[in-house]
């Protein structure tokens, strides 16, 4: 019976883990312009990197593209505004953005430049 317990808790455990934070190394894509042009040659995080005038978000990782909510909308647009989201030079975006996925959508806890320690919260 013991054994049995044990595995119990562990398996209990192990699922609980499932349901953490996820962080999502990625290219930060400009939404409408990918909605618009899903189509394209396989470089929408190039084609479609944000502008100032971005409003919605998503991010290209692992080969797939996830939408930001409006709070990681928000504060992408926060983080572009004040410079800590910039293009590189290959033109697109890198950025590690951590919160937890819904289907498509991602609900986003903090978003930050590849390779920096600032982050938007």
Request: charge should be positive; include cysteine; charged fraction near 20%.
């Amino acid at each position: 019976m013991k054994t049995i317990g044990k595995f119990g808790l562990a398996l209990c455990l192990s699922t609980g883990l499932g349901f953490g934070i996820t962080f999502y190394h990625g290219q930060l894509v400009d939404a409408s312009c990918y909605n618009q042009n899903s189509n394209n040659d396989g470089k929408v995080w190039v084609t479609c990197a944000p502008t100032a005038s971005t409003t919605s978000f998503a991010i290209h990782a692992n080969g797939k593209i996830r939408m930001l909510n409006d709070a990681g909308n928000d504060k992408a647009k926060v983080a572009f505004k004040n410079g800590d989201l910039k293009r590189d030079k290959n033109g697109d975006m890198p950025v590690v953005v951590s919160g937890y996925r819904h289907g498509n959508t991602i609900s986003v806890e903090g978003i930050r430049a590849r390779g920096s320690d600032t982050s938007v919260h």
